[in-house]
């Protein structure tokens, strides 16, 4: 027989190995992280709950952070999230940073190179309900200026809108000081320019422009003058949208583009339910403005006094 003594003392080294496995598998298998601070018997809890609406893409995974915002690496907690399961996280209430949106919530969408967005809030608790996180696809950032070119004054409220091959790509509105960041998805024809349309509600002419669009983040300010108008002339609004200014006056003629609603036509000709005119537009390679003349369906349009 052997040694009992030994035997008992093989036994216990074995079965601590195994508690020991078995702890390291449930770390592996567990996607939270939090320091030990976080861990606070007995405290009143938070739950930050946010809200993903992804447009038009499906991303794998959410990785969602709660840190304050005077230490960012500093992280109270992070958890990974998979489509469809709800986003939240719950906290001890009083670890939170107890400053004026003093603390920060990170959602990180996986799966391709889409922007981290980040939402700060004050300490509660309870619940806290983030607001809706848009998740878009990865896009390159236009931050784009819109002046008057005599005064040189912002024109806010501009609705912008940004299409390819007629497929709207993007569409937003400045704000007061005539300021907005277009986003214009990487997923296009890259080596094609895109047509980018600026609608002042009528107070200047629908500025257009065909721009080339630079990798990642880039600046672009337009400026937009007054229509000049030549004897005869007259200006129409379109008040309908996608309508196609023809190279002729034939149903079949080719397309140039398509005008929208609220965009600005100097007609110069009318022939029964057909008018002639021309639409100003930018040519960004050259610096410069060219009017382009067509042929538009009368029932779209109504003058301007």
Do not use: C
């Not at 603390?103 to 309870?126: C, S, T, W």
């Not at 990487?186 to 002419?205: A, C, H, M, Y």
């Amino acid at each position: 027989m052997g040694n009992p003594v030994k035997t008992i003392r093989n036994l216990l080294l074995f079965l601590s190995l195994v508690v020991i496995t078995a702890q390291e598998d449930s770390i592996a298998v567990d996607s939270t992280f939090y320091p030990k601070k976080v861990v606070a018997e007995g405290s009143e809890t938070v739950v930050i709950s946010a809200t993903v609406n992804p447009i038009n893409i499906s991303p794998t995974a959410y990785r969602y952070s709660i840190y304050p915002r005077n230490r960012p690496a500093e992280v109270f907690m992070q958890k990974l999230f998979f489509p469809g399961e709800q986003i939240q996280i719950i906290l001890p209430a009083n670890i939170l940073n107890t400053d004026s949106l003093g603390n920060i919530a990170k959602l990180e969408p996986l799966g391709d190179a889409y922007d981290h967005q980040y939402r700060m809030f004050n300490a509660d608790v309870g619940e806290i309900n983030l607001a809706t996180f848009d998740i878009l696809g990865p896009s390159d950032i236009m931050k784009l200026t819109v002046l008057d070119a005599e005064t040189n004054n912002p024109i806010g409220n501009s609705n912008i809108r940004v299409t390819q091959n007629r497929e709207i790509l993007s569409s937003t509105q400045t704000d007061t000081s005539g300021y907005t960041r277009v986003r214009i998805p990487v997923k296009r024809i890259q080596d094609e320019p895109v047509l980018v349309s600026i609608n002042t509600d009528g107070r200047f002419p629908t500025w257009k422009g065909n721009m080339d669009i630079a990798e990642g983040i880039f600046e672009k300010t337009v400026t937009i003058s007054p229509l000049e108008l030549g004897s005869g002339d007259a200006i129409y609004e379109v008040i309908d949208s996608m309508v196609p200014f023809r190279e002729g006056p034939e149903n079949g003629a080719v397309a140039l583009f398509l005008l929208n609603e609220g965009d600005q036509v100097v007609i110069s000709k009318v022939a029964g339910d057909r008018l002639f005119g021309r639409v100003r537009i930018y040519l960004d390679k050259q610096g410069i403005y060219r009017n382009i003349s067509g042929w538009v369906l009368g029932k779209h349009l109504n003058r301007m006094e």
